[in-house]
């Protein structure tokens, strides 16, 4: 990502040096960008509550059970008879390997999901930042997703004006 970053600020200066105008960049920050607009919040909100749903789950076929099965294992440790330790400790090993398949199985729908959420989210925000950067006559924008723009003129970061076009579109 950095030696990205990198190559571009090269070839940006390089341009700029053989250009006749200067190259204009524009930023979009997703962070802000999803935090501040309606249209993120309730894409994050579509997400939040696809993986509660899974953790509900799990919580339901692994979670309460497992919790069950040692409860009866506490409880025939004190009791002296000891018949029921076998199909217990049977119980217990099932369980665990049930639930760690169905952990694995959740977390790929939920890696799924995120991408899938991501793509429609980036191709949107790419369309938009796209008519904004046309509007303003930007040759580049770039998105920040891990980071934070200490100072940028209106000019630069776009990302208010992404959010209101993500607002007016239906």
């Not at 090269?10 to 930023?27: D, Y």
């Not at 919790?67 to 506490?74: A, D, G, I, R, S």
């Not at 440790?77 to 090993?93: G, H, I, V």
Request: charged share 30%; aromatic share 4%.
């Amino acid at each position: 990502m950095r030696f990205l970053l990198i190559l571009i600020l090269i070839l940006l200066t390089q341009g700029a040096c053989t250009r006749e105008r200067p190259v204009t960049i524009g930023v979009v920050n997703m962070k802000v960008l999803m935090d501040k607009s309606v249209w993120g919040r309730k894409h994050q909100k579509i997400i939040q509550d696809a993986l509660a749903q899974r953790e509900k789950l799990w919580e339901k076929k692994c979670g309460t059970p497992i919790k069950e099965v040692t409860l009866k294992l506490k409880a025939l440790e004190k009791s002296p008879d000891k018949t029921a330790l076998p199909s217990l400790l049977e119980t217990q090993k099932r369980l665990g390997r049930m639930c760690y398949a169905l952990k694995g199985q959740y977390q790929r729908e939920v890696e799924q999901i995120n991408e899938e959420y991501a793509g429609r989210i980036l191709k949107k925000v790419k369309e938009t930042a796209s008519l904004i950067a046309r509007n303003l006559k930007l040759d580049l924008v770039v998105t920040l997703f891990r980071g934070v723009v200490l100072y940028a003129s209106e000019r630069v970061d776009i990302t208010e004006k992404v959010v209101i076009g993500l607002e007016e579109e239906p």
